[in-house]
């Protein structure tokens, strides 16, 4: 089974901190995404990686980075932490070809007090 | 902008009745299109998706989808609900000039006893 693991299921964390969420995929997967999910907002991507140290922005970046230096991994980093970004992060992989499915970790849970 | 559409945000249905939930595309070529799951404190799973062919998909837990290109819906569906179907359900969409998947909104499904 592909597995997704996201380091953490919950973080507290504070305004103005510096935040890493890991990702690492077993799959050998060449794309990897991070997306966001808000109540009525649904999920909305990030950043998107499709081989390492390659990345492209999603729909909402700003405040956001990412860092791929190795294939399994991917790490959303938020640079100073603020309140609007409580919510909850999944991760996902997939294997590059046309209409591959995602496969997603558990989430993190980030709550930024 | 390109999308998916999910026009409702709750479905409620009776146990044993059939089940739709709708999804509609503003996504200009030729479409992937995809179903996910999300049960309470769970990740996404993969359902079913639409590539090419058959307009008629079958996927997981007894779920289906038709592609229907002239009224650009993706709408799922199944024969009789179960309580066990309660969950939100994702609509998604990708194009093959790369790997990205942009969601919907998401749907809530209510199978009532």
């Known amino acids: 089974d592909v597995k997704v693991t996201q380091s953490s299921r919950y973080l507290v964390k504070r305004t103005g901190e510096k935040v890493f969420l890991e990702c690492v995929q077993d799959?050998?997967?060449?794309?990897m995404f991070w997306y966001r999910q808000d109540p009525g907002l649904g999920l909305r991507l990030i950043y998107f990686?499709?081989?390492?140290?390659?990345?492209e922005k999603g729909d909402i970046p700003e405040g956001y980075s990412v860092s791929r230096e190795k294939k399994e991994r991917f790490s959303l980093i938020l640079e100073s932490a603020s309140t609007n970004q409580t919510s909850m992060y999944l991760c996902?992989?997939?294997?590059f070809g046309e209409g591959t499915e995602a496969f997603f970790g558990q989430g993190t849970r980030l709550t930024v007090v | 902008a390109q999308s998916v559409a999910q026009p409702e945000d709750q479905v409620n249905v009776a146990e044993g009745n059939p089940l739709t939930v709708k999804c509609t595309y503003s996504?200009?070529?030729?479409?992937?299109l995809f179903w996910y799951v999300q049960y309470p404190n769970r990740g996404l799973q993969f359902l079913l998706k639409?590539?090419?062919?058959?307009?008629l998909v079958k996927g997981s837990y007894g779920f289906e989808a038709e592609f229907n290109k002239s009224q650009t819906s993706f709408h799922l569906k199944k024969p009789s609900a179960l309580v066990s179907d309660s969950a939100l359900y994702f609509c998604?969409?990708?194009?093959?000039?790369?790997?990205?998947?942009?969601f919907g909104k998401g749907t809530r499904l209510h199978i009532l006893p």
């Open positions: 996902a992989s997939s294997p």
């Open positions: 799959m050998d997967h060449e794309n």
């Open positions: 990686s499709y081989d390492v140290k390659m990345k």
């Open positions: 996504v200009s070529g030729n479409p992937y």
């Open positions: 639409y590539i090419t062919g058959d307009n």
């Open positions: 998604a969409w990708g194009v093959n000039r790369d790997d990205k998947i942009i």
